[in-house]
């Protein structure tokens, strides 16, 4: 230890004693053969402890590493974006200072081979290394500290040639809420003996830890950037398109060290198999410094390049080589396992050896890299020239905002979209100017492309990492084909999807009517109960008098009178102008109550019904899946601004249920106790609370709260029991799972679950194998329903569609005054299904709108 470290530790002494053992200074991470400039600030003196001695704060990792960056000419950084708490992304650039001299110009020149244009041979190599994308892997965060410090104060001829020969991308930290929250856990049960031992709490964080503000999991974010953190960093990505893109994580602590490439038969078949063996080569070099120090690593198994949306896989999907690295993780900062004692500064120091491997492997393969990406583009313009299809046209029918969503999301892949000149007849339907899109497919990005849009329902082998069907026009519900007629003008405008403000409304003297079917109703209604003013809700489709003329409008429509309000009228007004305005929703001025539809008229009592303001608790945790909660919380909160009250499952037994109107149970172990149990059931039936369950919390529910258990499986006549071979057992135990798969619903637009649809064919996610049981006596209770040929896209065995066909999607009854609404899907997976979110807002609003039957149907 150097006198400095001593002085430090000394000082630290009082306040926070660690092992020696699992804290290291500087000198345990420098490279033999470099010097290191003594000027350079160390990170123990910056941090006041060494690296595995506590956890490392990001404002103290961001506060260093801008240090070394503003005094070093090969290291430039800026702010890419910020993550929901506004703690910044960091992007650094590290290369020799003549290159960061003509730093746009080797950027250009780089994108310009992209496209068939001739470049030096010579020109650096564009690499990038992702650091911190889950914040419980905290060597993968860490890792970066000595990868930053060994470039500012290194000195060797490697380093040099590196930096003449390079342009190299770091992006620190992905996730930097997820790793603050990793460390408070840490920090709050720190002990002054280490306690190694797994079962300690320390050591148990995450999930928690793992996933962004809101619980998302960010590294399933490169192709649905749903984030901010993910749409920071795919802007910086596609402004650079690397030609190797590193991503570092870590695993179950007892698990050695994994790199790149994966299962050989799970790779996506858009990615040559070229990639693969130009990965297995820079695999060598990692092999190579691993077996110097003789440490346990594997490769080529248990992770595949399938789903497009992984940092190590959407780089493969666009030219570049992607490479995952994974590590048994140190959790607390060292943790006692099956191979030993796992320190975090040893699990940091091989991260960042092996950043050095793949940066010098790289290098090392400069002209079969170049010439892989270039002949990436050049392929795929040639399978696009080919491709008979030509185009993709789409629109959203009544719900511009959606569409418009779908464009910015493909803007932000780089993909060129177009809007329409005129009307294009495809796929059996019309696409109207003005509301429709085209994407061609003859352009760069012809494969991702491809990877959006394209349906898949065969596969070489049935084990998935992730989902195996993630269609994103389906997940938008939006209305698309192909179309080989289309020819772009010279004036063919590109689309860039900005959100639209509607026009402004007239004022009213008599009231205003909403149109339910666009994106933000449910925002825009929120606004308006919040106020306390009155809204009514159409059951009926019904043609309205305005200032404008006669407005026909659909089911779910929402009516806000001016009588009897408790508002004014010029704030009533200057509310419909800011729900215009901010949420893009047409607001209609009506001139009378009298309407031209008989028996519709706007005090029609059969017709509009009231609506309260939801009050939302929302379970999480107790064995619930945090990924769905947060999907709900972010789907509520911050896309429309609703209060959302969060509720440990285990302490639901302590809420005030008079203060609320629904309940959301989410997937994973959704049982509550007997307690509180009878407590919501006391709430539905007597207090006309609503449950909304998904997934396993609605299976939960329709057993304990419905009575029906799930069915015993059919009984086969005896047979002799099956002998398989032992090495089959992976695969038929993944045969039957649903891992992610898209499925065709037909949904009842008469239904208030169904209001602001206008087409009966609905796609779902769908990522449970159990169905859902149809109610007796009452027919009108499966708004949603399966349809008998139901995959559209994704992996699901014959059994399981056979299983699933024909059975509910949804169910939604009375029970007592209150409702039960029970969804197999998590109709907001991911954040990315707005054609299924409405479900969900139909659920929180119209729920006092679902009637029970009052005839007898038991002879039909």
Same mark, same amino acid.
């Given at each position: 230890?150097?006198?400095?470290?001593?002085?430090?530790?000394?000082?630290?002494?009082?306040?926070?004693?660690? +092992?020696?053992? #699992?804290?290291?200074?500087?000198?345990?991470?420098?490279?033999?053969?470099?010097?290191?400039?003594?000027?350079?600030?160390?990170?123990?003196?910056? /941090?006041?402890?060494?690296?595995?001695?506590?956890?490392?704060?990001?404002?103290?990792?961001?506060?260093?590493?801008?240090?070394?960056?503003?005094?070093?000419?090969?290291?430039?950084?800026?702010?890419?974006?910020?993550?929901?708490?506004?703690?910044?992304?960091?992007?650094?650039?590290?290369?020799?200072?003549?290159?960061?001299?003509? #730093?746009?110009?080797?950027?250009?020149?780089?994108?310009?081979?992209?496209?068939?244009?001739?470049?030096?041979?010579?020109?650096?190599?564009?690499?990038?290394?992702?650091?911190?994308?889950?914040?419980?892997?905290?060597?993968?965060?860490?890792?970066?500290?000595?990868?930053?410090?060994?470039?500012? +104060?290194?000195?060797?001829?490697?380093?040099?040639?590196?930096?003449?020969?390079?342009?190299?991308?770091?992006?620190?930290?992905?996730?930097?809420?997820?790793?603050?929250?990793?460390?408070?856990?840490?920090?709050?049960?720190?002990?002054?003996?280490?306690?190694?031992?797994?079962?300690?709490?320390?050591?148990?964080?995450?999930?928690?830890?793992?996933?962004?503000?809101?619980?998302?999991?960010?590294?399933?974010?490169?192709?649905?950037?749903?984030?901010?953190?993910?749409?920071?960093?795919?802007?910086?990505?596609?402004?650079?398109?690397?030609?190797?893109?590193?991503?570092?994580?870590?695993?179950?602590?007892?698990?050695?060290?994994?790199?790149?490439?994966?299962?050989?038969?799970?790779?996506?078949?858009?990615?040559?198999?070229?990639?693969?063996?130009?990965?297995?080569?820079?695999?060598?070099?990692?092999?190579?410094?691993?077996?110097?120090?003789?440490?346990?690593?594997?490769?080529?198994?248990? /992770?595949?390049?399938?789903?497009?949306?992984?940092?190590?896989?959407?780089?493969?999907?666009?030219?570049?080589?992607?490479?995952?690295?994974? @590590?048994?993780?140190?959790?607390?900062?060292?943790?006692?396992?099956?191979?030993?004692?796992?320190?975090?500064?040893?699990?940091?120091?091989?991260?960042?050896?092996?950043?050095?491997?793949?940066?010098?492997?790289?290098?090392?393969?400069?002209?079969?890299?170049?010439?892989?990406?270039?002949?990436?583009?050049?392929?795929?313009?040639?399978? +696009?020239?080919?491709?008979?299809?030509?185009?993709?046209?789409?629109?959203?029918?009544?719900?511009?905002?959606?569409?418009?969503?779908?464009?910015?999301?493909?803007?932000?892949?780089?993909?060129?979209?177009?809007?329409?000149?005129?009307?294009?007849?495809?796929?059996?339907?019309?696409?109207?100017?003005?509301?429709?899109?085209?994407?061609?497919?003859?352009?760069?990005?012809?494969?991702?492309?491809? %990877?959006? /849009?394209?349906?898949?329902?065969?596969?070489?082998?049935? #084990?998935?990492?992730?989902?195996?069907?993630?269609?994103?026009?389906?997940?938008?519900?939006?209305?698309?084909?192909?179309?080989?007629?289309?020819?772009?003008?010279?004036?063919?405008?590109?689309?860039?999807?900005?959100?639209?403000?509607?026009?402004?409304?007239?004022?009213?003297?008599?009231?205003?009517?909403?149109?339910?079917?666009?994106?933000?109703?449910?925002?825009?209604?929120?606004?308006?109960?919040?106020?306390?003013?009155?809204?009514?809700?159409?059951?009926?489709?019904?043609?309205?008098?305005?200032?404008?003329?006669?407005?026909?409008?659909?089911?779910?429509? @929402?009516?806000?009178?001016?009588?009897?309000?408790?508002?004014?009228?010029?704030?009533?007004?200057?509310?419909?102008?800011?729900?215009?305005?901010?949420?893009?929703?047409? #607001?209609?001025?009506?001139?009378?109550?009298?309407?031209?539809?008989?028996?519709?008229?706007?005090?029609?009592?059969?017709?509009?019904?009231?609506?309260?303001?939801?009050?939302?608790?929302?379970?999480?945790?107790?064995?619930?899946?945090?990924?769905?909660?947060?999907?709900?919380?972010?789907?509520?909160?911050?896309?429309?601004?609703?209060?959302?009250?969060?509720?440990?499952?285990?302490?639901?037994?302590?809420?005030?249920?008079?203060?609320?109107?629904?309940?959301?149970?989410?997937?994973?172990?959704?049982?509550?106790?007997?307690?509180?149990?009878?407590?919501?059931?006391?709430?539905?039936?007597?207090?006309?609370?609503?449950? @909304? +369950?998904?997934?396993?919390?609605?299976?939960?529910?329709?057993?304990?709260?419905?009575?029906?258990?799930?069915?015993?499986?059919?009984?086969?006549?005896?047979?002799?029991?099956?002998?398989?071979?032992?090495?089959?057992?992976?695969?038929?135990?993944?045969?039957?799972?649903?891992?992610?798969?898209?499925?065709?619903?037909?949904?009842?637009?008469?239904?208030?679950?169904? /209001?602001?649809?206008?087409?009966?064919?609905?796609?779902?996610?769908?990522?449970?194998?159990?169905?859902?049981?149809?109610?007796?006596?009452?027919?009108?209770?499966?708004?949603?329903?399966?349809?008998?040929?139901?995959?559209?896209?994704?992996?699901?065995?014959?059994?399981?569609?056979?299983? @699933?066909?024909?059975?509910?999607?949804?169910?939604?009854?009375?029970?007592?005054? %209150?409702?039960?609404?029970?969804?197999?899907?998590?109709?907001?997976?991911?954040?990315?299904?707005?054609?299924?979110?409405?479900?969900?807002?139909?659920?929180?609003?119209?729920?006092?709108?679902?009637?029970?039957?009052?005839?007898?149907?038991?002879?039909?």
């Amino acid at each position: 230890m150097t006198i400095r470290t001593a002085i430090a530790s000394a000082i630290l002494g009082a306040v926070a004693l660690t +092992a020696a053992a #699992i804290a290291e200074p500087i000198e345990f991470f420098q490279v033999e053969g470099t010097s290191y400039d003594p000027g350079v600030q160390a990170p123990e003196d910056a /941090f006041g402890y060494e690296i595995g001695e506590r956890p490392v704060r990001v404002g103290d990792m961001i506060a260093y590493l801008r240090d070394i960056a503003a005094g070093s000419d090969r290291i430039q950084v800026e702010t890419i974006g910020y993550s929901h708490q506004r703690r910044p992304i960091l992007f650094f650039t590290v290369t020799s200072p003549e290159n960061h001299d003509r #730093i746009d110009e080797i950027r250009e020149t780089h994108l310009a081979r992209l496209n068939g244009e001739a470049a030096p041979e010579d020109a650096p190599m564009v690499l990038w290394i992702n650091f911190g994308v889950h914040g419980a892997e905290s060597s993968g965060m860490d890792a970066a500290i000595p990868l930053l410090y060994h470039f500012a +104060a290194g000195d060797s001829d490697q380093i040099d040639t590196m930096l003449d020969d390079s342009v190299m991308l770091f992006t620190v930290v992905f996730n930097p809420d997820g790793h603050s929250r990793r460390v408070d856990h840490v920090e709050r049960f720190w002990s002054r003996a280490d306690n190694t031992d797994p079962a300690d709490i320390i050591h148990n964080m995450w999930i928690e830890a793992r996933t962004n503000h809101y619980w998302f999991d960010l590294n399933r974010q490169w192709l649905l950037l749903t984030q901010p953190e993910s749409r920071a960093w795919i802007e910086k990505w596609h402004e650079w398109k690397p030609m190797v893109s590193a991503d570092y994580h870590e695993m179950g602590s007892a698990t050695p060290f994994y790199f790149h490439p994966g299962e050989e038969l799970r790779r996506n078949p858009l990615i040559p198999e070229r990639a693969r063996e130009l990965t297995y080569q820079i695999g060598q070099r990692h092999a190579e410094f691993l077996d110097s120090e003789a440490r346990l690593y594997t490769t080529e198994e248990r /992770f595949d390049n399938f789903y497009i949306g992984k940092g190590s896989t959407y780089p493969q999907i666009n030219g570049a080589l992607g490479i995952l690295f994974e @590590i048994g993780a140190a959790r607390g900062g060292a943790i006692q396992t099956e191979r030993g004692l796992v320190t975090h500064a040893d699990n940091v120091r091989t991260q960042f050896r092996t950043a050095l491997t793949t940066l010098q492997g790289s290098l090392d393969l400069r002209s079969e890299i170049t010439a892989y990406q270039r002949q990436f583009f050049v392929d795929a313009a040639a399978d +696009a020239e080919r491709d008979r299809r030509r185009n993709f046209v789409f629109t959203a029918n009544g719900d511009p905002e959606r569409a418009a969503r779908f464009v910015r999301l493909l803007n932000m892949h780089d993909i060129t979209v177009y809007e329409t000149e005129s009307d294009i007849n495809a796929g059996g339907r019309t696409f109207p100017a003005g509301r429709s899109y085209v994407v061609p497919l003859n352009q760069t990005q012809y494969r991702m492309v491809q %990877g959006i /849009f394209d349906r898949v329902t065969e596969f070489e082998e049935n #084990i998935f990492y992730d989902v195996s069907g993630w269609t994103l026009p389906l997940a938008y519900d939006l209305d698309y084909a192909t179309a080989s007629n289309v020819r772009l003008g010279e004036t063919a405008r590109r689309a860039r999807g900005e959100f639209q403000s509607a026009a402004a409304p007239d004022r009213s003297e008599y009231g205003y009517v909403i149109e339910w079917s666009q994106t933000f109703a449910p925002r825009a209604l929120n606004r308006i109960l919040a106020e306390g003013l009155m809204a009514r809700a159409s059951r009926e489709e019904f043609t309205v008098v305005t200032t404008r003329g006669n407005v026909s409008l659909g089911r779910g429509s @929402i009516f806000v009178p001016l009588a009897r309000q408790e508002a004014s009228r010029d704030e009533i007004f200057a509310l419909m102008q800011t729900i215009a305005v901010e949420d893009g929703v047409p #607001i209609h001025a009506a001139t009378s109550g009298l309407t031209p539809t008989t028996g519709r008229d706007l005090g029609a009592t059969n017709v509009f019904s009231a609506l309260t303001q939801p009050r939302v608790v929302l379970a999480f945790d107790g064995g619930l899946s945090r990924y769905d909660s947060g999907e709900m919380w972010w789907t509520l909160d911050y896309r429309h601004d609703m209060a959302v009250t969060l509720v440990e499952k285990d302490d639901l037994g302590s809420v005030d249920w008079s203060e609320y109107t629904h309940l959301i149970l989410v997937g994973g172990n959704a049982r509550l106790s007997d307690e509180i149990k009878d407590e919501v059931d006391r709430w539905i039936r007597r207090d006309g609370g609503t449950l @909304i +369950a998904t997934r396993q919390g609605a299976r939960w529910a329709e057993e304990a709260l419905l009575g029906r258990e799930a069915p015993e499986p059919e009984e086969t006549e005896s047979e002799t029991p099956e002998r398989l071979n032992f090495m089959e057992m992976a695969l038929r135990d993944a045969e039957h799972v649903i891992g992610g798969a898209i499925f065709e619903a037909d949904l009842d637009t008469s239904h208030p679950l169904g /209001f602001g649809y206008d087409n009966r064919q609905l796609p779902v996610h769908r990522n449970v194998a159990f169905t859902l049981q149809r109610p007796d006596g009452d027919p009108y209770a499966v708004p949603v329903q399966y349809t008998e040929d139901p995959l559209m896209t994704g992996y699901a065995s014959e059994r399981r569609q056979s299983e @699933i066909a024909g059975t509910p999607s949804i169910v939604s009854q009375r029970m007592g005054r %209150g409702a039960v609404i029970l969804m197999a899907d998590n109709p907001v997976f991911r954040g990315t299904y707005p054609g299924t979110e409405k479900l969900l807002m139909n659920a929180l609003f119209f729920s006092d709108l679902i009637d029970r039957p009052r005839g007898s149907y038991e002879d039909d």
